[in-house]
Each structure stands twice: as C-alpha cells, then as structure tokens.
C-alpha cells in the first residue's frame, strides 16, 4: 500500500525538475512545474505517514536511508517555502534533481519496499542514466551559480565605483555572460 506513494512521487520531481529547466530558457512551464513538486511533496508525506506512522512505528532515524529521505523531503520543503514566499523559480533547476537523487537513494533496497527493483529490473540504465543526467546538470547549475554571484561582485563595484584589485582580477563580463550562457545550455 504504502509503495504506490514512490514512483509517482519520483517521477513527479523528475518531470518538475525538468520543467524548471526549461523555464530557465524562458518558457511558460512554470505552473505545471509548482504543481508537480507540490503533488511530489505531498507523495512524499503520504509516503512518510503512512509507512512509517502504520507499518514501522514512529519516525525513528534508523540509518543512512531515512536521513537521505527525510534530507530530500526537507529540499523540497526549503524549495516550496522560498518558491511561495520569494518566487524565485529559477531555484527549482538546483534543488529538485538533488531532491530526486537522495530520495532515489535513500529507498530501502534489502526491503520490499525498494520496488523500483522491479519496475526497472530490465531497465536499470534508464534509472543510472538519469541519475548521471540530474547530477551532471546539478554540477553546471553550481557553475551558473558561481557565474552569478561574479556578476553580482562586478554590478555592486560599478554601482560603488570602487576600482580595486578585486575589480580588476574578476573576468571580463562579457567572457561571464558567455560562459553562463554556455554552462545552461550544457547542463540542461
């Protein structure tokens, strides 16, 4: 009973964080994006009540698999709260394919439970492959977010008009907005 709560819940963060993606790019994706991490964390609540609430007692941390689990629930929730308090959506590219990749990794595979087993048993590249895809993006976002923060340095000393060492050992904007434009493209 309590397994039906974790394909959908993983596909549903798979999908978002797709969808958030490409709303980086500046198409309308942003709705369907919000209600599929939404359903996802409530997926993920279900999961959370219903397993360990009526089959395994009370939410004991028992090993490395519930911190994952309970890890990859408290992103999404962190995400949801800056999502509707801050809007920033663009936030979503970073945190769901993190979210995904510890929620993957924290189900039980000694246990019945770990059913994914079953469901790619044949398959299991497709699972491996976007596993390596989420954590490949993930590392190209981080370089954007690096890239941005540089953008940020440049725009508060122009602003300041402090010309100093940092100023002048920063990397061109141009050259920035180039490599930022290039690591998207790349990592989505």
Known sequence: MTQI???PGLFLYALASLLYLILLFGYPTG??????????????????????????????????GDILFLVSLGLVLLFLWILFRYR???????????????????????????YLVYLFSKNR???????????????????CFVLGIVFWLHERRLKEKKFDVLTFNLPPLLLNEKLALNLLKIGF
Request: aromatic share 16%.
């Open 31 to 64: 709705l369907a994006a919000k209600i599929f991490t939404f359903l996802g964390a409530l997926l993920q609540i279900l999961y959370l009540v219903l397993f360990y609430l009526m089959e395994r007692g009370p939410p004991v941390v028992t090993g490395l």
């Open 125 to 143: 590249w497709l699972l491996t492959g976007h596993l390596f895809s989420a954590l490949l993006s993930l590392v190209f976002l981080f370089g």
């Open 88 to 114: 920033l959506q663009s936030l979503g590219a970073f945190f769901l394919p993190l979210a995904f990749m510890l929620f993957v990794l924290s189900l039980d595979r000694s246990h019945d439970s770990f």
């Open 5 to 7: 709560c974790l394909v």
